[in-house]
């Protein structure tokens, strides 16, 4: 799934592409239809944020919203430029002067109104976005406090708590930490909580900068721990039994 580094970089690309252009919009897949995109056709985008996960591509009083999921991408091209997936699949082009910005799959493509947007029942609960501009630490960790009964690992993937973080960086941040990823909130220091909420922060704004996400231990099961050459651990978590990546001799409750 998109987390919010991958998100953050498609704002930034698309509105450097294609703020403040009055651009031709077209649908040629069913669900870009269906979702009115055709409707923005002649408006001028004005901004373009990322909130999380979600992105919102601003035009007036109308508000592009996207979700990734699993197999969404926004591409940015140079106009007229061959697409790396089929014209069908596209979702949403936006196309400026000298640039395109092109949207291919994903769970969620809807248009709003701005009065919507501020009460939309999936946005307004989001809680504090990891990679804000006014980011703060102790309120990310405060946040995380209100589910004391919540396992770290399961707690940093829940948009309601923080907003961004998911697989990759809830594995790679725990680490960091050293914190076991199955530790309850409520069993950690201030000290570790506002460790891992900045390594999370830090990490993810690393790979929004160089587009890289480095890996300690997320998709390494069974290779050397970096810090102690310990086998990497993997296995389900929470709910939605995501897997999480962890050193199980550096990430031990006791390291807190």
């Known amino acids: 799934m998109a987390e919010g580094d991958t998100i953050l970089r498609a704002a930034r690309r698309i509105g450097a592409a294609l703020d403040g252009e009055q651009l031709e919009v077209s649908a040629p897949n069913p669900r870009g239809r269906a979702a009115g995109v055709e409707r923005l056709d002649g408006l001028t985008l004005e901004r373009v944020d990322a909130r999380g996960k979600h992105l919102l591509l601003h035009f007036g009083d109308r508000v592009l919203h996207s979700h990734l999921g699993m197999s969404g991408a926004w591409h940015v091209y140079r106009r007229g430029a061959s697409w790396r997936k089929p014209p069908g699949a596209a979702w949403a082009v936006l196309r400026g002067e000298s640039s395109e910005a092109v949207q291919f799959g994903g769970p969620t493509l809807r248009l709003l109104g701005e009065s919507a947007l ?71 220091s201030e000290e570790q909580l506002h460790h891992v909420v900045q390594a999370a922060h830090d990490l993810m704004h690393e790979a929004v900068e160089d587009g890289r996400q480095d890996r300690a231990v997320y998709k390494r099961t069974g290779r050397p721990c970096p810090r102690c050459a310990t086998p990497i651990r993997s296995r389900g978590q929470g709910d939605a039994n995501r897997t999480t990546y962890w050193c199980p001799v550096c990430q031990t409750a006791s390291q807190g």
Do not use: Y
């Open 118 to 188: 501020r009460r939309d029942p999936v946005l307004a609960r989001l809680g504090p976005d990891i990679l804000a501009a006014d980011f703060d630490a102790a309120t990310v960790a405060s946040s995380l406090r209100s589910a004391p009964e919540q396992a770290i690992g399961d707690a940093l993937l829940d948009q309601h708590l923080v907003a961004g973080i998911g697989n990759i960086f809830k594995s790679e941040a725990c680490f960091e930490a050293r914190l076991d990823p199955w530790q309850p909130i409520g069993q950690i």
